[in-house]
């Protein structure tokens, strides 16, 4: 089953709902304004459903799995705010038609993480748990969705780690600043501590990072020079890494230092177009496409019921 574990699709009610509101995240027409970044001009098409779910065809997709973006930071919106907009997300994307899934995603604005909201999404089809990598940075944050990944963990479903809002950047910085200087830092710093705090708690979890987890497992040397490297040659088979972004040269590398079977396709579309890296064979794309996703999503492969 050829799968791409990372789109984004917003569905009408959602996009209803973003246009409605007075306060970032909002959308103005087309136009999306979040805290930390500069105005967004988003396509039309890129958020038409029967347009994208011929692309995922076209792609050879017989799976294309949709996010919420975390970098809208709708999870630490007041539940008041957030609800409506999670609800709206969770119930048009299990509504899309072939090849579309979707990843669930809760509200972490409350002194309590809402395990009864997921444990819901999760049973009526989700494909498993999303979280934002500004919520895992260290070992509090860890400990605090806790109660979140065991759910995920008694159902056998796994975690997406996806980047975050990102902080208000200067007015000079270029376009390009949020994704490759915050979301890559949110996502070094999240592996890390899975590494130190999580893997520990959750000794099953299935858990994969986006975006190759902004590359930190290529630190393992630095990790060894400074003392937390002794169990560098194990390899952790229930850690995936999503290519998104990255081609040839990064997947290569991050090959080179966890292995071939737990690395998968990504895209993020429609913020990026999908890129099979060439490693040399077709067992690699294989791999990557079909085997190595099966592995992370579980029996369900992550299509609703």
């Known amino acids: 089953m050829p799968t791409d574990i990372h789109q984004h699709l917003w569905p009408p009610e959602f996009l209803a709902l973003l246009r409605a509101r007075s306060t970032p995240p909002l959308l103005d027409g087309w136009t999306l304004h979040l805290p930390g970044e500069p105005p967004y001009a988003v396509d039309p098409a890129d958020h038409d459903i029967a347009a994208r779910a011929r692309l995922a065809r076209a792609d050879g997709l017989d799976l294309a799995l949709v996010s919420l973006s975390s970098p809208l930071g709708i999870e630490y919106l007041p539940p008041r705010e957030a609800a409506p907009l999670l609800a709206a997300f969770h119930d048009g994307a299990l509504d899309l038609p072939a090849p579309f ?131 560098r040659g194990r390899v952790d088979h229930n850690a995936f890494y999503e290519t998104s972004s990255y081609g040839t040269r990064a997947v290569d590398a991050l090959v080179r230092a966890v292995g071939i079977d737990v690395v998968v396709t990504g895209s993020d579309r429609p913020y990026a177009r999908p890129v099979l890296p060439d490693l040399g064979a077709d067992a690699a794309v294989h791999a990557l496409r079909i085997a190595n996703p099966a592995r992370l999503l579980g029996p369900t492969k992550g299509v609703r019921p």
Do not use: M, N
Request: glycine share 8%; net charge neutral.
């Open 101 to 231: 899934g979707v990843w669930a995603t809760p509200c972490l604005s409350t002194a309590d993480p809402d395990t009864r909201s997921v444990r819901c999404e999760l049973e009526r089809g989700c494909a498993g748990l999303q979280l934002p990598a500004t919520a895992l940075l260290d070992a509090a944050g860890w400990a605090r969705c806790a109660p979140l990944l065991d759910v995920a963990a008694e159902l056998d479903k796994p975690l997406f780690i996806h980047p975050g809002a990102a902080p208000p950047a200067e007015d000079s910085a270029p376009a390009w600043w949020p994704a490759l200087v915050p979301y890559v830092q949110q996502l070094h710093a999240s592996w890390f501590a899975f590494r130190a705090f999580g893997r520990a708690r959750h000794p099953d979890l299935r858990v994969c990072f986006a975006a190759l987890a902004g590359l930190a497992p290529l630190h393992g040397e630095r990790l060894v020079a400074r003392g937390g490297g002794r169990d």
